[in-house]
């Protein structure tokens, strides 16, 4: 089985609890308007990739420890049967291995949408933040881009390790970007607040720093 991949990150400490393995998906039909990832729209077979490669990529990156698996994009329910290969590959991992790491997931779609097309995946993921990114919404909550999404928890091991971060607000302590240089491209990952990324290419600007080309927009 083959799965579409933008790229990997670890440790991620921005998008769920703790030192987190990061994976984004390639390829989005959603599209929301004001989204920071505009890079992970566009179908790519160039980014293909079998999901056994990817998993050891995993195993490799996780062999000293880590909390949780967070898999965003993109839009990962864009691709079903390779999100739920890759969901049954960390299930099996992990028991396996006897590791206690949580699964979380974004989607642009709806809940009721994934409920009703992808009903079968759901109880596969530990935590769910779906909706679409709503850019005339403010950003509220940790870890979700605009009030409308929500952190949902579809396991007990969900529900004890996400609890105490449901309804936990956005501080200017815990609003954080984490940056990482790969292949001459600097990443930024996290969730920007309102004017953030405009803001940061004008300090650039200021300092001489100019961008080629950027994620948030085309």
């Known amino acids: ?28 039909t959603i599209q929301c308007k004001g989204c920071v990832s505009q890079d992970t729209w566009a179908r790519d077979p ?18 000293d420890g880590f909390d949780g698996v967070t898999i965003s994009g993109g839009e990962p329910f864009d691709q079903p049967k390779a999100l739920a290969a890759l969901l049954d590959a960390l299930a099996h991992w992990r028991s396996s291995a006897g590791l206690d790491f949580d699964i979380l997931c ?17 109880p596969k993921l530990d935590a769910l933040i779906p909706e679409p990114y709503a850019d005339a919404l403010p950003l ?3 870890w979700r881009g605009s009030t409308n ?13 996400y609890a105490a971060f449901i309804d936990q607000a956005v501080t200017a302590d815990n609003k954080q970007i984490q940056a990482s240089v790969d292949q001459g491209r600097v990443w930024y ?9 405009a803001a940061l290419e004008a300090r650039c600007a200021e300092q001489g720093i100019g961008f080629d080309e950027v994620s948030w927009r085309q």
């Open 140 to 142: 509220t909550h940790v």
């Open 46 to 63: 160039g980014r293909d990739m079998t999901v056994a490669r990817l998993l050891s990529w995993c195993r490799a990156v996780g062999k």
């Open 189 to 197: 990952i996290g969730i920007p607040g309102r004017g953030d990324m």
């Open 106 to 122: 974004y989607s642009g779609y709806p809940l009721a949408t994934l409920e009703k097309r992808h009903a079968a995946i759901l």
């Open 149 to 161: 999404q929500k952190l949902i928890t579809l396991s007990p091991r969900g529900a004890a390790r």
């Open 1 to 28: 089985m083959k799965i579409s991949l933008n790229k990997a990150h670890f440790p991620v400490t921005v998008l769920g609890p703790g030192r987190r393995i990061g994976l984004w998906l390639q390829g989005c």
